[in-house]
């Protein structure tokens, strides 16, 4: 893969691409209220659906390659592309909600962890570092920088605190479509890779494991898991390369980027 192959959005596709992600942010915020012991995935997913729509937006989730809803819920072990229904939330689960809705054919892609009542010590510390491991990766890009430096950062940030990165799943390029390239890995060594510059769109969603990497996918085709059933967590951003270094189109106005979330 080299620059060629990658779209570079002007001033305008940056707009578009603002809205997109502002609302990314503002269902994210929207749902916060409603992550309780006792709720279960499904009943998120329809209030989620709602507030997409609702706002002029389609969930691309919906129908991706099979997917059959309109976020993706991954509670605990799961690390990523659980696929909400009938499962109830209980008092001390960690919660990744990832969705993204499509405004006006532009994709915002994000998600967040949701404290479930009160979490352990350790699954708040594994929180924590994933979304700092996050903002490491969003940090490191920026113009003159490399992919490599991307995943450097993140891989670095999370096996710090003796944690790991998954390696099955990447951050990607993203715009009028849900998966471009650039594959943005979660691991990676400074210099190498793809260079960084301006105009560049791509999620940095890293997803960082208290035990082991390694993931197996359920017989749903979708669930992964942790394969030792440790507990994983995930943050996502959509970003956006700007001469002023990376612009964050799905930061939460409401500052609900990371819980504990007050809400007022
Ligand atoms: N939103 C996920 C991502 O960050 C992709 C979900 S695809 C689905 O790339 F089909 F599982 F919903
Ligand atoms: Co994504
Ligand atoms: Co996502």
Redesign the pocket.
């Known amino acids: 893969m080299n620059n060629k192959e990658i779209a570079l959005y002007s001033v305008d596709e940056f707009d578009g691409m603002r809205k997109a992600g502002r609302l990314a942010a503002e269902t994210l915020d929207y749902i916060t209220p409603f992550v309780v012991p006792g709720v279960t995935t499904g009943r998120l997913d329809e209030l989620l659906e709602e507030f997409m729509r609702d706002h002029g937006a389609v969930p691309a989730?919906l129908g991706?390659?099979g997917?059959p809803k309109a976020s993706?819920i991954s509670a605990n072990h799961i690390i990523?592309?659980g696929i909400p229904g009938d499962k109830k939330l209980y008092d001390g689960d960690i919660i990744n909600i990832?969705?993204?809705p499509i405004l006006d054919g532009w994709f915002g892609?994000s998600?967040r962890m949701y404290y479930v009542g009160a979490p352990s010590v350790k699954a708040k510390r594994l929180v924590q570092n994933a979304y700092d491991s996050m903002m490491a990766g969003i940090n490191a890009a920026k113009i003159g920088n490399t992919m490599g430096d991307v995943g450097y950062a993140i891989q670095h940030c999370a096996e710090k605190e003796r944690f790991s990165v998954v390696e099955d799943f990447c951050g990607?390029g993203v715009g009028r479509a849900?998966?471009l390239l650039p594959n943005v890995l979660n691991y990676g060594r400074k210099g190498e890779g793809m260079e960084i510059v301006e105009g560049m769109i791509f999620?940095v969603?890293p997803m960082v494991n208290i035990g082991k990497p390694d993931a197996l996918v359920l017989s749903d085709g979708?669930t992964a898991i942790t394969k030792d059933r440790t507990l994983s967590a995930q943050f996502?951003h959509t970003i956006g390369i700007t001469k002023n270094g990376p612009e964050i189109f799905t930061l939460s106005p409401k500052g609900l980027d990371f819980p504990p979330y007050q809400i007022k």
């Open positions: 989730t991706y390659r997917y993706c990523c592309h990832d969705i993204t892609d998600s990607h849900f998966h999620t969603e979708w996502e």
